[in-house]
């Protein structure tokens, strides 16, 4: 419930941002993207869990698993904003102009590790539900909306970067603190 005021917060303060027509113009073609890529944690969540729940020598399969979905997403999402590829979604699928593809490249190049990093943080997660120790998902939580409110004020007033890669650059620290702090947490059960 906590992380739904997250998209708005963003949305605004791209406003605030330089360059905010175009960071707002670009902003949901980035969401697009990265929100299909999004989908794999979140299903992955319930599968981790009923497949531990079920049997704990699972574990090292859905390790397994994991580093394979990781390293085929972290591949993927790098190709498609280091070669071409990126036209195809950007100017084909969106028909981004080539100054609004230049904003959402840069912003696309931050935040692709974003769904990289919820994969493992939906697998602490899981291992942290099935130890019933949840109160460490939502301490990781509020870490990752304090991270991104603080990244957020401190990026976009000084206009050092456009709003979109701001709250690119902010959403990905957010996550990161989130995650490193889960991972901490379940590594010591």
Request: charged share 10%.
């Amino acid at each position: 419930m906590m992380s739904i005021a997250v998209q708005p917060l963003v949305t605004a303060s791209v406003n605030y941002g330089s360059f905010p027509l175009q960071s707002l113009a670009a902003l949901p073609v980035v969401n697009a993207f990265i929100f299909i890529f999004k989908c794999f944690p979140l299903s992955l969540q319930e599968a981790y869990i009923s497949l531990i729940e079920n049997n704990e020598n699972n574990f090292s399969k859905l390790a397994k698993y994991t580093t394979i979905i990781i390293l085929s997403l972290s591949v993927f999402l790098t190709l498609v904003v280091t070669t071409p590829l990126y036209k195809l979604w950007f100017v084909n699928v969106n028909g981004l102009s080539p100054e609004l593809v230049d904003f959402a490249r840069a912003s696309l190049a931050v935040i692709i590790w974003h769904p990289v990093i919820s994969v493992l943080h939906s697998f602490n997660r899981s291992i942290a539900i099935h130890h019933k120790k949840t109160k460490f998902i939502s301490t990781a939580t509020l870490l990752e909306l304090g991270c991104i409110l603080v990244s957020l004020v401190t990026l976009i007033p000084g206009h050092m970067f456009s709003g979109i890669f701001s709250a690119m650059f902010a959403l990905l620290i957010g996550r990161i603190v989130s995650a490193l702090y889960l991972y901490l947490k379940v590594k010591a059960l």
